[in-house]
C-alpha cells in the first residue's frame, strides 16, 4: 500500500506549456472559436435588456480575447524563430487576400463602400482615418489596422534588437494603458489607445516560454477554480461601460485568463477548448469576423422584431458561415501556402533578412 498522509489536501502540479513557442496549442484554438462566437454574438443577437448594453459588453470581451491571442501567437512565434522576412511574408498574406475579397463584394453590393475608403482600409489605417470605416459594413475592421501597425512594430523591433527587442513589450504595455488612464478611454480603436490587449498576450508568451522547465505550482483542485472563477468575473466586468477603472485592467485580465487555461488544472474544460468543432471555428474565424456585417446589412438589416431575430438573424448566420468557409479555404489558403512554400523559396534565394540574433 503507498503511503499517504491521511486528510492531507489534494493538490495538482501547474506547470508552464514545454516548447509551446514551436507547437500548436489545441486550447488556443478554442479560446479563438470563443473570441469570435463573442465578437458575433454581440453583433448579431439580442443579449438582455438593452439597459444593460450587454451587446456591448460581449462583443468587446471577444476583441479583447482576439488581441490577447494575437500577442501570445505572434510573440511566441518570433520568440521561437526570429525571422522577420518569414514572419511578414506570412502575416501579410494571411491578412491582406482576405480582405481584399471582401472588400471587392462590398464595393460590388452597394453598400456604401467605396473605392476609396476601401484602399483606405488596405492601408491598414483605418482606426485614425475614420473615412475607411462605414457603419455596420467596414466599421469593425479598425481591428486589422491596430493589428497589422503591431505587426510592422514588431517586426523592426526584432529586426533591429533580435530576441531581446521581444521584452519591449513589458515597457510598452503599461505605457499604453497610461495613456489609456490620461485620456479615460476604457475603449479606444486608436493603436496608442487599444494595443494594450494585444501587447499582453506577449507578456503573457514571454512569461511561459521562458519559465525554466522545472518551475511548477501547486494548487488544490477547489482554490484553482475559486481563482478562475474570480478571474472570469473580473474580466466580464472590466468590458462594461459602467466597470470604472477596472477596465483598464482588461488586457491583463484577459492574459492572465488565457494563461489560467494554459496551465492551470482544467482538463475537463481544456478538452473541451481542443474539440475539433471548436478547431474548425477557429479556423474560419477571420472570414467570419470579415463577413458577418455585410451579411446583416440591407434587407437582412433591422432590429427589434420577431422577423429579425427569428428569420433574418439565422440566414445572415448561414450565410456567413458559408462565406467564411469558401473564402477560407479556397481563397485565403491558397495564398497562406503559397507565401509559405514556393514565395518563401525564391526569397530566400535573394538572401533572408533576418533579425541580429538567431
Known amino acids: 500500500m503507498t503511503e499517504r498522509s491521511i486528510g492531507a489536501p489534494s493538490v495538482v502540479p501547474v506547470r508552464p506549456v514545454a516548447s509551446a513557442s514551436r507547437a500548436h496549442l ?18 448579431l443577437l439580442p443579449l438582455g435588456p438593452k439597459s444593460l448594453a450587454l451587446n456591448g459588453t460581449v462583443a468587446e470581451l471577444g476583441m479583447a480575447l482576439f488581441f490577447c491571442l494575437s500577442g501570445f501567437l505572434i510573440v511566441s512565434f518570433l520568440e521561437a524563430k526570429p525571422d522577420v522576412l518569414e514572419f511578414s511574408v506570412r502575416r501579410i498574406f494571411r491578412i491582406v487576400p482576405g480582405l481584399a475579397l471582401f472588400l471587392v463584394i462590398a464595393i460590388a453590393a452597394g453598400v456604401g463602400v467605396s473605392l476609396r475608403s476601401a484602399l483606405i482600409d488596405l492601408s491598414f489605417t483605418a482606426n485614425y482615418n475614420y473615412d475607411g470605416l462605414v457603419e455596420g459594413v467596414t466599421s469593425h475592421l479598425w481591428s486589422l489596422s491596430v493589428e497589422m501597425q503591431f505587426y510592422m512594430a514588431i517586426a523592426m523591433i526584432v529586426l533591429a534588437f ?168 479556397y481563397w485565403e489558403r491558397p495564398f497562406s501556402d503559397f507565401a509559405r512554400g514556393r514565395l518563401m523559396k525564391l526569397l530566400r534565394r535573394r538572401g533572408p533578412i533576418n533579425s541580429s540574433e538567431h
Open 162 to 329: 533580435g530576441r531581446r527587442g521581444l521584452w519591449l513589450v513589458l515597457i510598452a504595455a503599461p505605457i499604453v494603458t497610461a495613456l489609456r488612464i490620461q485620456a479615460g478611454a476604457y475603449v479606444n480603436i486608436n493603436t496608442h489607445l487599444r494595443v494594450d490587449e494585444i501587447l499582453s498576450g506577449g507578456i503573457l508568451a514571454l512569461f511561459i516560454h521562458r519559465q525554466s522547465p522545472s518551475f511548477s505550482l501547486s494548487l488544490r483542485p477547489s482554490l484553482a477554480t475559486a481563482g478562475i472563477a474570480a478571474l472570469g468575473v473580473l474580466w466580464l466586468l472590466s468590458a462594461r461601460d459602467s466597470a470604472g477603472p477596472i477596465a483598464y485592467a482588461r488586457p491583463y485580465l484577459t492574459a492572465a485568463l488565457v494563461g489560467a487555461l494554459l496551465i492551470g488544472p482544467f482538463p475537463g474544460l481544456q478538452m473541451l477548448l481542443s474539440h475539433w468543432v471548436l478547431r474548425y471555428v477557429a479556423n474560419i474565424s477571420y472570414a467570419l469576423y470579415l463577413y458577418h456585417p455585410l451579411m446583416s446589412s440591407g434587407p437582412l438589416g433591422g432590429y427589434g422584431t420577431v422577423t429579425t431575430y427569428l428569420v433574418k438573424r439565422p440566414i445572415t448566420v448561414l450565410l456567413t458561415w458559408g462565406a467564411a468557409h469558401v473564402s477560407t479555404y
Open 26 to 43: 489545441p486550447v488556443l484554438d478554442g479560446v479563438r472559436a470563443v473570441s469570435i462566437a463573442l465578437v458575433l454574438a454581440g453583433h
